[in-house]
């Protein structure tokens, strides 16, 4: 399992918004010295919380002060955006980070971003099918581009230039239906799985949960002919995390900033999706209730391992976890849970021969071998 960060990023409007940005670019030069493998970065237009209106700077900045880490758009909203525009930007940008892009693509999930570009409801979903399939064929072809579709049309379009990346690896987010990630098993793409999916959520028809997205994609992986073990090879699932001493602490120290966050997000009318039950009141989705039922990876060291094998056994498996950032702690605490997660919880999960090697030594020198 390989393990990276996502961020929205969320800042409270209260904060200094300049500051933030320097700060999320010091949390991705941490990810990168901690071992983590991949870090996405949201785009968002409205709302007062998700203060990044184009990841790709973010990135731009972030790559020139790392080497190793890849990152990744979380996500370029492709209805909201001009196809040909997108497909050049990325492939120069995949330049600029020496092949490190993930290219990260969605619908655009917040309400207030599709009222800011009047996207009406239906329109957001046809959209984006056809701006990603315009992105590909722009970034994949070797000859100009003719398209005809019921949004945008296309003479001889080419991009000057091409991604460094061949073919470049493209990502989904699928937040209200399984199609993403059915479009995902299919092309060989990669599934992103937003943070508040529930694990199953039988009465609740308007969300798909993580196992309906497991079968969406490996259905659609087989049907087209391909690994449905590569399909989940290529998922990457996202949780709330947060590292500390015991469980206790860790709900102490985090409950002032779940509050606000989910304030913010129950005011978008997000609850919906988060719901095992569509009759259950917002009022019940408590911060007790979605650490356990969604469920969130929170407590020691022990306990993360724990609730990250319990999340992969109920769905069968999985290639990349996600944390999700946020804003909750102060920073010296913050770094200090992501320390705890790469020095205690990852290795548990990337057991190689060095580490097998390691614990031999260990039970020798206990007298356990």
């Known amino acids: 399992m390989r393990f990276g960060i996502f961020t929205m990023p969320e800042h409270p409007p209260q904060e200094n918004w300049t500051l933030s940005y320097d700060r999320d670019i010091d949390d991705v030069v941490l990810a990168e010295k901690l071992g983590f493998h991949e870090y996405w970065i949201g785009e968002h237009h409205t709302g007062g919380f998700e203060n990044v209106p184009v990841a790709e700077y973010m990135i731009a900045k972030a790559s020139g002060l790392t080497s190793r880490i890849r990152l990744g758009t979380g996500v370029v909203n492709l209805p909201y955006h001009e196809p040909f525009l997108v497909a050049e930007r990325l492939a120069f940008l995949d330049h600029l980070t020496h092949g490190r892009l993930e290219y990260g693509f969605g619908g655009g999930g917040l309400p207030t971003d599709k009222a800011l570009f009047q996207m009406p409801a239906e329109e957001a979903t046809p959209r984006m099918n056809e701006a990603i399939e315009i992105v590909w064929k722009l970034l994949t072809s070797e000859d100009p581009v ?53 694990l199953l959520a039988e009465k609740n028809e308007f969300t798909p949960d993580l196992q309906q997205q497991a079968h969406a994609m490996t259905t659609a992986a087989s049907a087209a002919g391909l690994d449905p073990a590569g399909a989940r090879a290529n998922w990457r699932i996202s949780r709330e995390v947060y590292v500390s001493d015991d469980k206790n602490q860790a ?119």
């Open 251 to 369: 709900m102490k120290d985090i409950r002032e900033g779940v509050h606000r966050s989910y304030e913010y997000l129950l005011g978008l009318g997000l609850g919906a999706l988060m719901k095992k039950d569509i009759e259950m009141p917002d009022a019940e989705l408590t911060f007790e209730w979605m650490a356990e039922e969604l469920p969130w990876v929170i407590g020691s060291p022990e306990d993360c391992v724990r609730q990250i094998r319990e999340i992969e056994e109920s769905v069968g498996g999985f290639g990349t976890f996600l944390i999700n950032s946020r804003d909750w702690v102060s920073t010296d605490k913050w770094n200090r849970s992501l320390e705890l997660f790469a020095r205690y919880v990852m290795p548990q999960f990337q057991r190689n021969q060095h580490m097998a090697r390691r614990l031999k030594l260990a039970d020798v020198a206990l007298g356990r071998a």
């Open 146 to 198: 003719d398209y005809e579709g019921v949004y945008w049309k296309y003479e001889n379009r080419q991009i000057q230039v091409g991604p460094y990346q061949d073919p470049p690896p493209f990502a989904i987010a699928g937040l209200t239906g399984v199609h993403n990630y059915a479009k995902c098993g299919e092309r060989g793409w990669n599934p992103l799985s937003v943070y508040f999916a529930p």
